[in-house]
């Protein structure tokens, strides 16, 4: 039964029976509370929760109601799930809102490849292209209403930002705080300007930035120290306060009911910050994560988190929890350095050597594969993957090739690379074309995309990826921000003309890619969460099988990094129950019996579906 | 425009002069400079930005653009005497933290004696 179209009434209706809270959830709850407030407390929170979840209840649609009675979580995702990650303004056109725009071109053109679209954050905000949120409840009337928004979920899943960790120095909240407002005392983290953090604390806490920790503002009592983990006009808020929890829970529901399908938790590994430790992945941070997935597991059941942790991915995938107790999906951030690496060098050992640790979560979680995003090619994830040669390797060639280098400050008081800001497209092509006719640039391109679209996990593509856009450098010293060159606001009639010149790389680029999500989409072997197994084959190539359970039958996928062609044998295991095969990009039948080698061209993609043999 | 190209120390290390502008202009002029100069086999370079007073990203770009084949050969990219406009520029896109700079000529070129 598919969702329905009514989701959520505009008002909450209180003539129906009022949510029950199930006794298992309401001391899961409990428990958790106790563990962040203490037992006393916790006692005291606990109604005020199970009041917002009554209320959230009450939006719900019966029709969602008793679409939810069916709802299997592990069918949360399938191998039709393909997330379109977008500013809610990166397209421009005339003077229309540009949510209504960014829902034309959706329409028109990609809702035959995704069905998900990530908006990211569309609040008002003052900085960081919306990651400063002045507002979590209302949408930039800049970029037009939640009408909008509600508009674009009638035909896409949608996904929307969860920025928890922190909010706008210009916001209300904020500027209450300043002002001395009791009901905002204690939202932040503050210290009085004559009582530091001794230096040891300081050196202990992990940095994604070479910002200070904190900044100083004036407020109506003088001047106070606040903790602003990404920039000053971001303040952290203080989870230690249970009234920021209980607030930032309501938002989240008011998120669900606005038609969120999926809420991304924005750098959640700083939430909770308790001084003497490193400030990161702390027990009550996985608590607080804990805490939304019972709330959804009991009232909205249908929506997933998806934790954005970039940080080494033995760490990152912490953030699984048990695998049905915390993200129902999670980054998978080293997979695009990975990557990266792979088709700059040539070489896929370290690729490989990673993916085979790569193995399903649950039926209920899976992996977030995406290769670009408004931020850049983290390094943290590929800490103990690459080592510090080959990091540096990428650094540099993410120089020559045109794009920028962020840092972080260590606990040494140094700086190191934490993240590569440049364009996919241009990572993958270089800055200087001269060498490469089009179609080998769009062959390796599209390449690289395949890993991502067929690895196990739900992939993402970011708009400037899809489209193929090279790097905006000269935005990065307009905007004075690194991350500015893949962030490049597009005008929607030019954009338009691209799409429809075929022979335009973008178009080149759309086309390519909608081929390869149909065939994603049409096979059960892609699942999110169909079994995968890493083969080392050859060095140029990246290898892998997928495998739904329950079946003899797999899809071989192998990928060239290289331009090229190479000869490779299938490795015995696979031939063992049939030698007949079906390539599913060129859509031809090979037969393994007559000859054992296969040939596979520069930058080939190739999917081989083992065919049955016929009784 | 022509970028004149000295040697130092031995000729283990060629200084590259940057004009007044370093853009689009003339960037990919550096480019191809920065890579006879590489093929030579010489990979320490020092850019020369004492008469520079404005950079584009295109002319950002030819800086660095051979710095992996330096670096992987043992040298390096090495700027001197670089004005307060182009050190705003090279603190922006945060190349002042990949590319060491030196306040004069003689001590940038010198830097590649000492290591």
């Known amino acids: ?615 | 425009m022509a970028f004149d190209v000295s040697y130092a120390l031995d000729r283990t290390v060629a200084v590259i002069e940057i004009p007044e502008r370093l853009d689009a202009g003339c960037s990919n002029e550096l480019k191809d400079k920065i890579n006879e100069i590489v093929n030579e086999s010489i990979y320490n370079i020092v850019i020369n930005l004492s008469n520079t007073n404005f950079i584009d990203s295109s002319g950002l770009g030819a800086l660095v653009s051979k710095i992996s084949v330096c670096k992987a050969n043992g040298g390096d990219i090495k700027l001197a005497a670089p004005g307060k406009r182009v050190f705003e520029i090279l603190q922006i896109t945060h190349l002042d933290k990949v590319l060491n700079y030196y306040h004069d000529l003689e001590e940038a070129i010198n830097s590649f004696a000492t290591g």
């Open chain 1, 1 to 615: 039964m598919n969702k329905p179209v009514n989701q959520h009434n505009l008002e909450p209706d209180y003539n129906r029976p009022l949510f029950e809270v199930p006794i298992d959830i309401k001391r899961k709850i409990i428990n958790i509370l106790t563990l962040l407030y203490g037992s006393e407390a916790s006692r005291r929170i606990y109604p005020e929760l199970e009041r917002i979840m009554k209320v959230y209840y009450a939006y719900k649609c019966e029709d969602l109601i008793e679409w939810e009675k069916s709802f299997d979580k592990s069918e949360m995702f399938s191998q039709e799930d393909v997330i379109l990650i977008t500013y809610g303004d990166i397209i421009q056109k005339n003077s229309r809102k540009p949510l209504k725009v960014l829902a034309d071109f959706c329409r028109d053109y990609f809702s035959n490849s995704f069905n998900t679209i990530h908006i990211l954050p569309f609040f008002p905000y003052s900085s960081d292209r919306g990651f400063s949120v002045k507002d979590f409840e209302e949408v930039d009337h800049n970029l037009g209403t939640w009408s909008d928004i509600e508009d674009i979920g009638i035909d896409f899943k949608l996904m929307f930002d969860g920025v928890f960790n922190h909010i706008s120095a210009k916001s209300k909240w904020f500027q209450e705080f300043l002002n001395g407002n009791p009901d905002y005392k204690n939202f932040f983290i503050v210290l009085s300007t004559n009582e530091m953090v001794s230096e040891d604390h300081l050196k202990l806490i992990v940095r994604p930035r070479t910002s200070p920790l904190f900044t100083e503002f004036q407020t109506i009592e003088g001047p106070k120290l606040v903790w602003t983990t990404f920039s000053p006009d971001q303040v952290d808020l203080n989870f230690h306060n249970p009234k920021v929890l209980v607030k930032m829970i309501d938002i989240f529901l008011t998120y669900v009911r606005r038609g969120a399908d999926m809420i991304r938790l924005d750098a959640v590994t700083y939430l909770w910050e308790e001084l003497g430790t490193d400030c990161v992945h702390l027990k009550q941070t996985h608590a607080i994560i804990k805490l939304f997935r019972v709330i959804l597991d009991a009232v909205a059941p249908y929506v997933a988190l998806i934790t954005e942790t970039n940080v080494p991915h033995e760490q990152n995938i912490q953030y699984f929890g048990n695998g049905y107790d915390e993200a129902q999906m999670v980054y998978n951030f080293a997979l695009p350095p990975l990557v990266y690496h792979s088709f700059v060098t040539g070489r896929t050992n370290k690729l490989t050597k990673w993916a085979k640790t790569i193995k399903r979560v649950s039926e209920q979680a899976t992996y977030f594969n995406f290769l670009d995003s408004h931020d850049g090619i983290g390094l943290l994830p590929v800490k103990g993957l690459l080592d510090n040669d080959e990091m540096d390797f990428l650094v540099y060639q993410t120089l020559e090739r045109g794009g920028y280098i962020s840092y972080r400050t260590e606990s040494d008081g140094s700086e190191s690379p934490y993240e590569l800001n440049i364009t996919w497209y241009s990572a993958i092509n270089g800055s200087d074309e001269s060498g490469d006719d089009q179609g080998r640039r769009v062959k390796r391109y599209i390449a690289s995309r395949a890993i991502a679209l067929f690895f196990m996990g739900v992939p993402g593509v970011y708009f400037h990826g899809l489209i193929g856009s090279k790097n905006d450098a000269e935005a990065v010293l307009k905007e004075k921000n690194t991350r500015s060159i893949n962030r490049e606001v597009i005008d929607g009639q030019t954009l338009k003309e691209k799409l429809e010149d075929k022979s335009s790389i973008s178009a080149q680029i759309v086309d390519n890619l909608n081929e390869l999500i149909g065939i994603r989409k049409n096979e059960t072997f892609f699942h999110p969460n169909a079994h995968q197994y890493v083969y080392e084959i050859s060095e140029k190539l990246f290898a892998f099988v997928r495998k739904p359970d329950d079946s003899d039958e797999f899809v071989f996928c192998v990928i060239n990094v290289t331009g090229d062609a190479e000869v490779f044998k299938m490795p015995d295991e696979l031939t063992g129950k049939t030698k007949i095969f079906y390539e599913l990009v060129s859509k031809r039948s090979m037969d393994l019996e007559k000859n054992n080698e296969i040939e596979i061209g520069g930058y080939g993609i190739m999917l081989m579906k083992s065919i049955k043999k016929s009784a």
